[in-house]
């Protein structure tokens, strides 16, 4: 099977799509009973803005500038290196969904010493003092956020 692509347009869609979702949400996830011109929608607002337009830049550069990218679809690329990599970013992505889901049920210091942990071991980290620099960097924040400045962390 073949398959036409452009990284780009992709890119650009999945982009445009995950701001315009983030402006309809800013309303209902940021409440403010200010009246002046800057809320507290202000700065979210103008990022999300900016990644819409930048995405849609992007979009554009692939419709227009890019060449499009022919893949083979079969056994023989189904085994090769770059869909290993591709699949690598997948699991990345899954272990931070999965980290944004429990941070939520046992707090942030434990499931942030899980993900520490889970991306050490996924990029393959064998010395020992880079678990423990991580696990220490991961409580000084929780100290410094909770005890020194009293935010509450999940």
């Known amino acids: 099977m ?12 999945v982009s445009m799509l995950v701001s315009a979702a983030a402006w309809f949400l800013i309303p209902s996830q940021i409440p403010t009973l200010e009246k002046t011109a800057i809320t507290a929608k202000t700065v979210p607002s103008i990022a999300v803005g900016g990644l819409f337009l ?3 830049a992007l979009f554009f550069q692939g419709l227009f500038g890019m060449p499009k990218k022919e893949v083979h679809i079969n056994t023989e690329f189904l085994k090769s290196e770059k869909v290993k990599k591709e699949l690598r970013s997948f ?12 941070i939520g049920k046992i707090g942030f210091l ?3 010493l899980l993900l520490v942990v889970a991306i050490l071991i996924f990029y393959g980290a064998r010395k020992w003092y880079y678990y423990g620099i991580a696990a220490v960097t991961v409580f000084i924040v929780d100290f410094v956020f ?3 400045l009293h935010v509450s962390l999940p």
């Open 2 to 13: 073949k398959i036409k692509y452009n990284n780009e347009i992709i890119a650009g869609i």
């Open 54 to 56: 930048f995405s849609l």
């Open 91 to 102: 699991l990345f992505i899954a272990l931070l969904l999965i980290y944004a889901f429990f």
């Open 110 to 112: 434990i499931s942030t």
């Open 146 to 148: 909770s005890v020194m």
